[in-house]
């Protein structure tokens, strides 16, 4: 059964202190996506990445940073030099590709991440 | 701008009421969703719809009925069957069979019931 694991409930961090949010996933596909959203306090969630799981390469986009293995099926996310604007929770989501008629996100339950000034 | 608009931002509810949250996307996206979020949880999908004139239960329908009359469209009605309908509901679209393209979200409706 697919299952995404976000095993840190909250995470506090002084401004400029990095931080790294861990997500793990259980899918029996060999074909999937996994997928990183934020959710401000505003509540509507917004896309920040896809990684497909033939490419494991880490990506890096300005202070965000993502670290995909296979090996360990985890599919972590890092902030560089936090800001105040950060803070946010933070959902990770598995999608299969032959998951039925349907791409159903399977999502975490969310790690909420307060940056303190 | 193609989007998600939810409707209304915030709702209070009398106990006992039926009330209907509005659901409506620009995307010309097939597949739309409704997820139930608790303070502190995660999020959980009440009903699902791939295509007008289907859908389908998710984890928690109990309480809830959808219609989707529309592709626009998506309302989700809490009726008074939802022993405890206080919280943030949010809606997403996405393209039906292409698991690589996520969902797009609306601002999400914060339902009290008073």
């Known amino acids: 059964a697919q299952k995404v694991t976000q095993a840190q409930t909250e995470i506090s961090v002084v401004e400029k202190e990095d931080v790294t949010l861990d997500c793990v996933y259980e899918?029996?596909?060999?074909?999937?996506?996994l997928f990183w959203y934020k959710q401000p306090p505003s509540g509507e969630l917004v896309f920040l990445i896809r990684?497909?799981?033939?490419?494991?390469q880490n990506e890096i986009s300005g202070r965000y940073s993502w670290n995909f293995q296979k090996s360990t099926s985890s599919f972590n996310f890092t902030i560089t030099a936090s800001q105040v604007v950060d803070s946010a929770v933070y959902f990770c989501?598995?999608?299969?590709?032959?998951?039925?008629?349907?791409?159903?996100?399977?999502f975490g339950t969310g790690t909420l991440l307060a940056v303190q000034p | 701008d193609g989007g998600i608009t939810q409707s209304p931002k915030y709702l209070f509810r009398k106990e006992g009421q039926n009330v209907t949250l509005s659901c409506e996307q620009n995307?010309?996206?097939?597949?739309m969703y409704w997820y139930r979020q608790d303070p502190g949880q995660g999020l959980r999908l009440i009903y699902y719809?791939?295509?007008?004139?289907?859908?389908q239960k998710g984890d928690i329908a109990e309480g809830y009925s959808v219609s989707r009359e529309k592709k626009e469209s998506f309302p989700l009605t809490v009726t008074s069957a939802q022993k405890n309908p206080t919280a943030f509901y949010l809606c997403?679209?996405?393209?039906?069979?292409?698991?690589?393209?996520?969902?797009?979200f609306g601002s999400g409706t914060r339902l009290t019931v008073v």
């Open positions: 997403a679209s996405s393209i039906q069979g292409q698991a690589n393209y996520g969902y797009t």
């Open positions: 899918t029996r596909d060999t074909t999937y996506y």
């Open positions: 990684r497909n799981s033939f490419d494991e």
């Open positions: 989501a598995l999608s299969e590709a032959y998951g039925g008629a349907t791409n159903k996100l399977i």
């Open positions: 995307l010309n996206h097939d597949a």
């Open positions: 719809s791939q295509i007008v004139n289907d859908f």
